[in-house]
């Protein structure tokens, strides 16, 4: 760890969902808007050792990084407001740390001394906060120590938080994200009292907040400001009002109209040789100017009337199609869709569709909803409606046009039918012995992987205009899943008029496919505006600056479908 590095550390009060994550990227952005290189680490208080095996509906998007590791997804909002790709030193959980710890005692790096939870497990944590700072370069590291102030959970996170800063107290901000509830009839009279009480929870395990930022529905009055500064001894100015917005990429703008750059600045000793937020201010008003609306309906299986709907399961999913639409001066409107709402292939249902300017069918596991999702498909094709399939989506549109288009009833995927006739989407041979030993892990393919682009195609193109560099017709995206197109089936369905317009390196894994917009004998018929799927997650590597042209090609063909 050098002498020079800054530590930045944002925990949360009161209460848990209180945007420690947004603000985390946020003032990561802003310190990166000052010429300052800087790197976002998540630490989550679960034993889990990463978040693999979490249940997308209890934890949120499991976000995926180029090296395959499965974590928050808040690391998410961190690659997407800095523009980096992050790596596993960025992570780490509870059981991530102990089973490190255990590892070293078991190899003798303690030189047989007795191990204890204190000060190992802190000590363990602020190696790893080192090596992401190593790592990437970073002046500055910023983390996010999940849970909330006064939890036994995040308790040896906070203890390597008062180590750190004893030792360098010149060099360690906290910052405490804070909720500030409203009461009365208009929900005007905000309290300070519960924040009150968080600082003191920080007080009891010897940390003082640098910073307190107040999460409200509206902005904090002067008055406020001032008693939270006097109660909670904050130095003046450095309780820094944060409402809700409708745009999350407008939080490091509002955070700056509060001067947090310069303070954050001031109590580091750090300089700032430039400050620059051209592009993220002409991003903010893109998204508040764009008129245009185009309905994108997103087709999963937790949208029901009696499943509480969560939009966290596919945040990324969700800002991509932002991204795209932004860029392109639309303002999209997301609307989600119960795929068991068409599971008995209703005509009524199905028409509801041609409101849409496009359908997604983003990835997931398990059998819930699909014959719906088989069912939106098909319509798609059918009646010529954008449909963009992602992961599981693919899949999907392969067996249904397996099953309409290319003659093979009942096809399907093993993943669900393990007995179906035609096991167009199944386990690689080479996989299936991990899947009989029951070690999943060895059968999931992470991370980024090389493909090959088909020229002619709609993927190629889009690539091109994205002006992604195609050395070779390479392109490289990150994938989670388990199944892959059975090489046995590809001929069939390609004589059928489907398209694989990516391949792996080997040409062994389809990658993406589609149906050729064109008719290849009559260039001005159109057989269908986008219809497209991808084994990978593209979603994961959109950035609100730089659009994934996959993305932004569908929100094209959604434009141009709602003109007609």
């Not at 059981?95 to 030189?111: F, H, P, T």
């Not at 917005?245 to 750090?270: A, C, Q, R, S, T």
């Not at 994938?479 to 390196?505: A, C, D, Q, T």
Request: hydrophobic content about 35%; some cysteine; proline content about 5%.
């Amino acid at each position: 760890m050098t002498h020079s590095t800054k530590y930045i550390f944002v925990v949360g009060g009161v209460m848990s969902g209180v945007g420690k994550g947004i603000t985390a990227a946020s003032i990561a952005k802003i310190i990166q808007s000052r010429g300052i290189e800087t790197t976002a680490v998540k630490i989550d208080p679960y034993v889990n050792v990463d978040a693999g095996t979490m249940n997308p509906t209890e934890h949120g998007e499991v976000f995926v990084l180029d090296d395959g590791t499965e974590c928050d997804q808040d690391m998410g909002n961190y690659e997407r407001f800095l523009n980096r790709s992050l790596t596993k030193t960025n992570y780490m959980t509870t059981g991530s740390i102990y089973l490190s710890v255990i590892q070293k005692e078991r190899n003798l790096e303690y030189g047989g001394r007795q191990v204890e939870v204190v000060p190992r497990i802190p000590l363990e944590v602020i190696d790893r906060l080192g090596k992401a700072a190593t790592k990437n370069k970073a002046k500055v590291v910023i983390t996010e120590i999940g849970g909330t102030v006064g939890e036994y959970e995040n308790i040896l996170f906070l203890e390597a938080v008062r180590m750190l800063k004893l030792k360098k107290p010149e060099d360690v901000a906290l910052v405490l994200v804070s909720f500030v509830p409203a009461l009365g009839a208009g929900g005007t009279e905000l309290k300070t009292k519960p924040t009150q009480h968080a600082v003191r929870s920080l007080n009891s395990v010897g940390l003082h907040p640098d910073f307190i930022m107040a999460r409200a529905h509206i902005p904090l009055d002067k008055k406020r400001k001032e008693k939270l500064e006097f109660m909670c001894s904050i130095e003046q100015g450095n309780v820094v009002s944060a409402p809700n917005v409708e745009n999350i990429y407008d939080v490091p703008l509002n955070f700056e109209k509060d001067g947090l750059g310069e303070k954050i600045f001031k109590k580091l000793g750090l300089k700032s040789r430039i400050r620059d937020m051209k592009d993220w201010k002409k991003l903010s008003g893109a998204a508040k100017n764009s008129r245009k609306e185009t309905k994108i309906g997103i087709v999963g299986k937790y949208f029901g009337s009696g499943d509480f709907t969560l939009t966290d399961s596919y945040i990324s999913v969700i800002e991509a199609v932002k991204h795209a639409a932004y860029a392109l001066k639309m303002k999209p409107i997301i609307e989600w869709l119960d795929s068991e709402e068409f599971s008995a292939q209703g005509g009524k249902s199905l028409k509801k569709l041609s409101g849409y300017g496009g359908i997604i069918v983003p990835g997931g596991f398990g059998g819930r909803g699909v014959e719906g999702k088989i069912a939106v498909i098909r319509h798609c094709r059918e009646n010529k409606i954008p449909y963009f399939g992602l992961c599981y989506g693919m899949q999907l549109a392969v067996a249904e046009f397996a099953r309409n288009a290319a003659g093979m009833k009942k096809a399907n995927t093993t993943e669900i039918n393990p007995k179906t006739p035609f096991p167009v989407i199944d386990i690689l041979p080479e996989q299936k012995k991990n899947v009989e030993e029951k070690n999943y892990g060895g059968t999931m393919r992470l991370g980024a992987y090389p493909a090959l682009l088909k020229k002619g195609t709609i993927a190629y193109r889009a690539y091109v205009s994205g002006h992604r560099s195609l050395v070779s017709g390479r392109i490289s995206e990150r994938h989670r899943h388990r199944y892959e197109v059975n090489p046995k089936y590809i001929e069939r369905l390609e004589k059928k008029g489907l398209v694989f317009s990516g391949v792996s390196l080997d040409r062994r894994l389809m990658e993406i496919a589609e149906l050729p917009r064109f008719d290849a004998a009559h260039r001005k018929r159109e057989t269908h505006p986008f219809f497209l799927g991808t084994q990978f997650h593209p979603e994961f590597k959109s950035r609100p600056l730089h659009p994934h042209p996959l993305f932004s090609e569908f929100m094209k063909a959604a434009a141009r479908s709602k003109k007609k």
